[in-house]
């Protein structure tokens, strides 16, 4: 069984060669130091999380009329012979809406973050049941404050299928993945020095 996960949608949208290098190849490079940062931040937001959450059931959850969070979900969902699969930063609830809420550093909606979130996204409506409308949000994990909301509708998710089975293609070694041809990719990208594509 395959597996795609929805961060791989962000990184086949910077460069698809960088996905395969990373994914397919699965050459090793060092970490890079906002990735050590982040996960750093991750796990100490969580912790505060904790401190004050209460446990309850999804379907309390999902009927929840006052704002509510869950934090750090794991879901996943096959499509034909490939599960995708991926970790919420976090769901937050009203009377009326659902928000899937990506944190990042120095967050911009580039459409690398808007296609994680479009995965994301179809995780959440394919595993839950529920009326209320479903936005995608992108927020800025240092500031707190939401850079880019769109709510999930039928072009977000045609845009995930689009992605998603051209990731199932080159994984499957269908069709060949396509280098970026913007050179300041390659100049901030963590595989450059490993890269026969790469344009620095």
Excluded at 22 to 51: N, T
Excluded at 75 to 96: P, Y
Excluded at 102 to 124: E, G, H, I, R, W
Excluded at 137 to 162: A, C
Aim: negative net charge; hydrophobic residues 40%; aromatic residues 12%.
């Amino acid at each position: 069984m395959n597996v795609i996960g929805a961060s791989w949608l962000a990184t086949h949208e910077y460069c698809e060669y960088k996905l395969y290098l990373d994914k397919i190849l699965k050459i090793r490079v060092p970490e890079s130091e906002e990735m050590v940062i982040g996960r750093l931040i991750h796990q100490e937001k969580e912790g505060e999380f904790l401190k004050w959450a209460e446990p309850g059931t999804w379907e309390e959850f999902l009927k929840a009329e006052e704002l509510t969070i869950a934090r750090e979900v794991a879901l996943k969902k096959q499509i034909g012979n490939t599960i995708i699969s991926g970790v919420i930063d976090e769901i937050a609830i009203d009377k009326d809406f659902i928000y899937i809420i990506d944190d990042k550093p120095n967050a911009f909606p580039f459409n690398t973050v808007k296609k994680q979130l479009s995965a994301y996204c179809y995780l959440f409506k394919e595993n839950f049941s529920s009326s209320k409308k479903l936005f995608a949000v992108l927020r800025d994990r240092d500031r707190k404050m939401v850079v880019w909301q769109k709510e999930y509708d039928g072009k977000l998710e045609e845009e995930f299928f689009i992605a998603f089975h051209r990731i199932r293609k080159i994984i499957l070694l269908e069709e060949e993945p396509i280098a970026t041809d913007n050179p300041n990719k390659c100049l901030k990208c963590r595989f450059n020095k490993v890269c026969e594509k790469s344009l620095v």
